[in-house]
T-cell receptor, first 113, second 112 residues
Framework: GNSVTQMEGPVTLSEEAFLTINCTYT??????LFWYVQYPGEGLQLLLK?????DKGSNKGFEATYRKETTSFHLEKGSVQVSDSAVYFC????????????FGIGTKLQVIP | NAGVTQTPKFQVLKTGQSMTLQCAQD?????MSWYRQDPGMGLRLIHY???????DQGEVPNGYNVSRSTTEDFPLRLLSAAPSQTSVYFC???????????FGPGTRLTVL
C-alpha cells in the first residue's frame, strides 16, 4: 500500500533560518504529491503540490520538487518567519478507482524570534 | 463562498451517547471525506463519498456511519460514543481524481 514518511518534530528554528522538512513516499502508481499546512486551531490548507516527476511546487517562499528516483518531496524555505509556525503535512494522492489520499504524521515547526 | 463548514466546533459526550457531526460544502465537489486526527498518527480516513448516494469505508470506519443524500452535505454519525473516539474530526472535499482537498475547520470531540 501507499505510505508517506516524515519526521514528527518539533523542529525549532530561529527567524530567517533555512528550513528543510524531509518527506519520502511509497506508492504503486504515479501519485500527485502535496504539502498541506495547519495553523493552530484551523483545518489543513494546501501549501503547494506537484503532479509529475521533476515538477516543482512553490508558494509563499516554500518549494518542493517531485523526485521520482529518490521517491522524495522535501519542503524547503530559505528564510522562515514566526508566522510560519504550524504543522506541515506531506501527502500523496493516487487513483485506484477512487481518490485515495495518504498523509504523513505531520511535522510541527516552531520559529522563534 | 463559505467553502467547507463543520458544526459543532467542540463537543463533549458521555460514553454510549450518539451524535452527528455536520459537514457541508458549497463548491459542488463530488468527493467528500471524513478524517480523524490523533497525535502521532496524522490523518486517518474514516469514510468517503464519490458522489450523492455513494459512500465507502476508509481506514478506520468502525463505530461511524455516513450517508450522502445531496452533493452538499456529508454527515458523520457516531452510533455509541467510546473514549477511543476522542479526536479532532475533519471533513474535506475535492473535485475528484487526485485533486487538492479543501478542509473544514474541524470538530474537537471529547468522549468521557
Amino acid at each position: 500500500g501507499n505510505s508517506v514518511t516524515q519526521m514528527e518534530g518539533p523542529v525549532t528554528l530561529s527567524e530567517e533560518a533555512f528550513l528543510t522538512i524531509n518527506c519520502t513516499y511509497t506508492a504503486t502508481g504515479y501519485p500527485s504529491l502535496f504539502w498541506y499546512v495547519q495553523y493552530p486551531g484551523e483545518g489543513l490548507q494546501l501549501l503547494l503540490k506537484a503532479t509529475k516527476a521533476d515538477d516543482k511546487g512553490s508558494n509563499k517562499g516554500f518549494e518542493a520538487t517531485y523526485r521520482k528516483e529518490t521517491t522524495s518531496f522535501h519542503l524547503e524555505k530559505g528564510s522562515v518567519q514566526v508566522s510560519d509556525s504550524a504543522v506541515y503535512f506531506c501527502a500523496l494522492s493516487d487513483w485506484g478507482g477512487y481518490q485515495k489520499v495518504t498523509f504523513g504524521i505531520g511535522t510541527k515547526l516552531q520559529v522563534i524570534p | 463562498n463559505a467553502g467547507v463548514t463543520q458544526t459543532p466546533k467542540f463537543q463533549v459526550l458521555k460514553t454510549g451517547q450518539s451524535m452527528t457531526l455536520q459537514c457541508a460544502q458549497d463548491m459542488n465537489h463530488e468527493y467528500m471525506s471524513w478524517y480523524r486526527q490523533d497525535p502521532g498518527m496524522g490523518l486517518r480516513l474514516i469514510h468517503y463519498s464519490v458522489g450523492a448516494g455513494i459512500t465507502d469505508q476508509g481506514e478506520v470506519p468502525n463505530g461511524y456511519n455516513v450517508s450522502r443524500s445531496t452533493t452538499e452535505d456529508f454527515p458523520l454519525r457516531l452510533l455509541s460514543a467510546a473514549p477511543s473516539q476522542t479526536s479532532v474530526y475533519f471533513c474535506a472535499s475535492s473535485e475528484g481524481g487526485t485533486d487538492t482537498q479543501y478542509f473544514g475547520p474541524g470538530t474537537r470531540l471529547t468522549v468521557l
